[in-house]
């Protein structure tokens, strides 16, 4: 038991691939796999060749929930193991992981993250949760909290149980599902909204739609990986 402690504490095995390690969380091939997400809009998150800003936001056409956009690995590798471990599988120490490969991703928006005043853990729904018995998402944020240095509000924003299950409805049905999903108590300044993976980006706006609404002047979106 003590030395299953003492592993924890101090791995001798990349926590991803078990090969042996000195006093690190990853082993040095497990690192090398890891691909950062560079080219992305900072306003809307869409692909990008060059620059920080696609043309439409540089234009400001597009008007979003989400004021900037921190984006920090591509959706596979050890990131994807990571959040899957600790998603389904209750990996609790996955948290290290996450937090060891995203820490060099906040010192680059450290200049950014000084502005915020919350952070916020994406919530997950109470038949998830009754499930999961846990959000994933607010273990990642408590962990990151001793790097941004900000409180943790996670009573404020809630998401409903979809009472219509999403595969049986259609395409507009379900993003008017998901809009009506979120619901938020009153809450203001610069929020820090904390998310796994981004796909469609859908759900990270209407929560953020759901914060704005609730009184929130400014949001950043931090995505742990982009699929
Ligand atoms: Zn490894
Ligand atoms: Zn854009």
Not at 26 to 43: G, I, K, M, P, V
Not at 102 to 116: C, G, M, Q
Not at 172 to 179: C, S, V
Request: glycine fraction near 4%; include cysteine; proline fraction near 4%.
């Amino acid at each position: 038991m003590l030395k299953r402690i003492f592993q924890v504490l101090y791995p001798e095995q990349c926590f991803i691939c078990h090969q042996s390690v000195d006093d690190a969380v990853l082993c040095d091939s497990c690192y090398a796999q890891t691909e950062r997400q560079w080219n992305y809009c900072e306003s809307c998150c869409g692909g990008l060749l060059t620059g920080s800003h696609c043309l439409p936001c540089e234009l400001n056409e597009d008007v979003h929930p989400i004021d900037h956009y921190i984006v920090g690995y591509h959706y596979h590798h050890a990131m994807r193991d990571a959040i899957i471990r600790l998603k389904f599988n209750h990996k609790m120490h996955m948290v290290r992981v996450i937090k060891a490969l995203i820490e060099p991703v906040l010192i680059e928006h450290k200049d950014l993250l000084e502005t915020i005043d919350w952070i916020v853990p994406m919530p997950v729904d109470r038949v998830r949760l009754a499930g999961r018995g846990f959000n994933h998402m607010l273990e990642v944020v408590n962990s990151l909290q001793s790097l941004i240095d900000r409180p943790v509000e996670y009573d404020k924003l809630h998401k409903h149980a979809f009472s219509i299950p999403q595969s049986n409805l259609s395409k507009y049905e379900r993003a008017t599902n998901l809009r009506n999903a979120f619901e938020c108590d009153q809450i203001s300044g610069h929020v820090l909204l904390v998310d796994d993976v981004l796909t469609t980006g859908k759900t990270l706006q209407f929560a953020s739609q759901a914060l704005k609404n609730a009184g929130v002047d400014r949001i950043t979106a931090l995505v742990l990986a982009k699929a």
